[in-house]
T-cell receptor, first 112, second 115 residues
């Protein structure tokens, strides 16, 4: 059975801290891994990772994939209160039309 | 450009009542999905439709039925609501192809409470 496991499940940090969120997976026919941010509404897309070792970066957020060890990390540097959200990891199997397989998410709270 | 539209946004049901959650997309996507989200549980797949005319069970299908009415619309029905079905429901759509997960589009969600 396909599994996507995120850790930690929740995290509280102070503004300015750097955080690392983890996502490991066991998925047959892996094609890509996606990260989403969710703030009390629908998830919004952050990154899609398909190749090992290539960092994707957007402002203070970055992510990398290790296909050999079957995990990905999402880094957020210089955190701000606006980064408070649930961060979801999802894996895309290669079967077209199959659904994204989501982890349980990491709930991040950034305090002033 | 509406994307994925879900109705209603909020609903309160009594145990045993039935209702249908509606979802429509205007992006000409072939695949559509229903997820539920409970605190600390991420998004769990209820049913999906890879293309018009097909539907398949996901991880948590019990207590639900779906209808892919046409290419645009995919409805989720609760025949006899139970308190365990209190959740936020998300509809999504995508287009099968190369890295279809990239184009996953979510509706704004339906918050359902069963009392």
């Amino acid at each position: 059975e396909d599994k996507v496991v995120q850790s930690p499940l929740s995290l509280v940090v102070h503004e300015g801290d750097t955080v690392t969120l983890n996502c490991s997976y066991e998925v047959t026919n892996f094609r890509s891994l996606l990260w989403y941010k969710q703030e009390k509404k629908a998830p919004t897309f952050l990154f899609m990772l398909t190749s090992s070792g290539i960092e994707k970066k957007s402002g203070r957020l970055s992510s990398i994939l290790d296909k050999k060890e079957l995990f990905s990390i999402l880094n957020i540097t210089a955190t701000q209160t606006g980064d408070s959200a649930i961060y979801l990891c999802a894996v895309e199997p290669s079967n077209s039309g199959y659904a994204l397989n989501f982890g349980k998410g990491t709930s991040l709270l950034v305090t002033p | 450009n509406a994307g994925v539209t879900q109705t209603p946004k909020f609903q309160v049901l009594k145990t045993g009542q039935s209702m249908t959650l509606q979802c429509a997309q205007d992006m000409n996507h072939n695949s559509m999905y229903w997820y539920r989200q409970d605190p600390g549980m991420g998004l769990r797949l209820i049913y999906y439709s890879a293309s018009e005319g097909t539907t398949d069970k996901g991880e948590v299908p019990n207590g639900y039925n779906v209808s892919r009415l046409n290419k645009r619309e995919f409805s989720l029905r609760l025949e006899s609501a139970a308190p365990s079905q209190t959740s936020v429901y998300f509809c999504a759509s995508s287009e099968p192809g190369n890295h279809w997960g990239y184009g996953y589009t979510f509706g704004s969600g339906t918050r359902l409470t069963v009392v």
